[in-house]
Antibody
Framework: QVQLEESGGGLVKPGGSLRLSCVAS????????LIWIRQAPGKGLEWVSY????????FSADSVKGRFTVSRDNAKKSLYLDMNSLRADDTAVYYC?????????????WGQGALVTVSS | SYDLTQPPSLSVSPGQTASITCSGD??????LCWYRQRPGQSPVVVIY???KRPPGIPERFSGSNSGNTATLTISGTQPMDEADYYC??????????FGGGTRLTVL
C-alpha cells in the first residue's frame, strides 16, 4: 500500500535552516506529483509547495517563496523540502502528500507529518 | 489569493445529517475536495472532484458544489465522524486553497 514517511523535523533558531525528507513506497514514485502541506499548532492546513514527477513543474506558496525549495530524487523515492531563513510563523507540522500523475490537485495519501519548531 | 469560508463548528446528534458548507466566489468553477482530520492524525480525503468518494469511505459521505457553495453531507452521523473537516479547491492554474476548517461534534 501507499506509504509516506517524513523525517528531519526538529527545533531550529530563527534565521536557521532545515531539510525535511519524505520517503515513499507502494507506488511508482516517478509518475506522481508530490506535495508539502503544513499545519501550525491548533490551526488549519496551508499548501506549501509541490513538484511534478519529472521535477519540471514546481510551485511554492507566496509565504515561502524564495526561502523554501522543493526537490525530489526519483532513484531514492524521496521528496525534500529545504527550508532557509526560518521564522517563528513557519512552526508547524509538515506533511508530505501524494498528488496525481497529471497534477497536484489534492493530497490523496498523506504521511504522518514532521514537526518543525522555530524558536530561540 | 482566493478565500474559502467554512463555519468554525457544527454539532449534531448521532443519526442526524451533518451538512458542512464551504463558500467562495464562483466556487462551482473550481474542483473541490474534503478532508477529515481526527485528533492527532493526518488528514484523509473523504470526497474529491466535488462528489466522488475514495475507496473505503462510507456511502454516508457525499458532496456537492454549486454556485458559490460546496457542501459535505454526512448522513446518519456516527460518533466516529467527530473530527475537523477541511475543504480544498483547485483550478486549472497553480492555485490551491484551503478552507479554515469545521470542527464537527457528535453528541
Amino acid at each position: 500500500q501507499v506509504q509516506l514517511e517524513e523525517s528531519g523535523g526538529g527545533l531550529v533558531k530563527p534565521g536557521g535552516s532545515l531539510r525535511l525528507s519524505c520517503v515513499a513506497s507502494g507506488f511508482t514514485f516517478s509518475d506522481y506529483y508530490l506535495i508539502w502541506i503544513r499545519q501550525a499548532p491548533g490551526k488549519g492546513l496551508e499548501w506549501v509547495s509541490y513538484i511534478s514527477g519529472s521535477s519540471f513543474n514546481v510551485f511554492s506558496a507566496d509565504s515561502v517563496k524564495g526561502r523554501f525549495t522543493v526537490s525530489r530524487d526519483n532513484a531514492k523515492k524521496s521528496l525534500y523540502l529545504d527550508m532557509n531563513s526560518l521564522r517563528a510563523d513557519d512552526t508547524a507540522v509538515y506533511y508530505c502528500a501524494r498528488g496525481h500523475t497529471s497534477g497536484a490537485y489534492y493530497g490523496e495519501y498523506w504521511g504522518q507529518g514532521a514537526l518543525v519548531t522555530v524558536s530561540s | 489569493s482566493y478565500d474559502l469560508t467554512q463555519p468554525p463548528s457544527l454539532s449534531v446528534s448521532p443519526g442526524q445529517t451533518a451538512s458542512i458548507t464551504c463558500s467562495g466566489d464562483q466556487l462551482e468553477d473550481k474542483y473541490l475536495c474534503w478532508y477529515r482530520q481526527r485528533p492527532g492524525q493526518s488528514p484523509v480525503v473523504v470526497i474529491y472532484e466535488d462528489n466522488k468518494r475514495p475507496p473505503g469511505i462510507p456511502e454516508r459521505f457525499s458532496g456537492s458544489n454549486s454556485g458559490n457553495t460546496a457542501t459535505l453531507t454526512i448522513s446518519g452521523t456516527q460518533p466516529m465522524d467527530e473530527a475537523d473537516y477541511y475543504c480544498q479547491a483547485w483550478d486549472s492554474g497553480s492555485g490551491r486553497f484551503f478552507g479554515g476548517g469545521t470542527r464537527l461534534t457528535v453528541l
